[in-house]
């Protein structure tokens, strides 16, 4: 179970151990709202190196270090869907939310790329006690906004960087 209140970053890394330890720096450095970083080791068994260096960082910094399972390395209904790097991260993306995530019931809680890194002090909770969730939106056109309210226009969450406060239907019976 999660602490009450605080932030929780799902970083979902794979195999680039400085974009790990450099993410950890800068959201210490750089989110002033009670958080927690969660890396979750997405190698899947591919580069074990990379995967104990990884769990070093993590255990250097105190960031809890979550191993992916190994068959999400690969798409295995390729009739449904094809086995692209952004499909593949939508499944681990898919399986932190159902496995980890509802399992956990965070009162707030973030997926961050590795390697979008933050750049300026920032604190989420009071935009997502208002709004419910605070991200990057991908237009039709594939244009950039930075707020969810557009009106008018259909638009898809864009999972670099997207955070989510406790809404209805969120919460696991688990």
Known sequence: MANPGVLEFYLICYNNNFCVEYQINTINYFCKDQFKIIILDSNCGAYPENSIEKQKICEKYGVEYIVMPEYLASIKDTK?????????????????Y???ILKRNPTYFAFLDQDFFMIKPFSIIKHLDKWGMWGDLMEPDNGRSGTF????????????????????????EA
């Open 80 to 96: 449904k869907y094809s086995n692209t790097p952004s499909n593949i991260l939508g499944m681990k993306l898919n399986w932190t």
């Open 149 to 172: 309210k557009k009106d008018g226009i259909k638009s898809n969450k864009n999972e670099n960087i997207s955070f989510y406060g406790r809404i209805v239907g969120f919460v696991s």
């Open 98 to 100: 159902e496995n980890v």
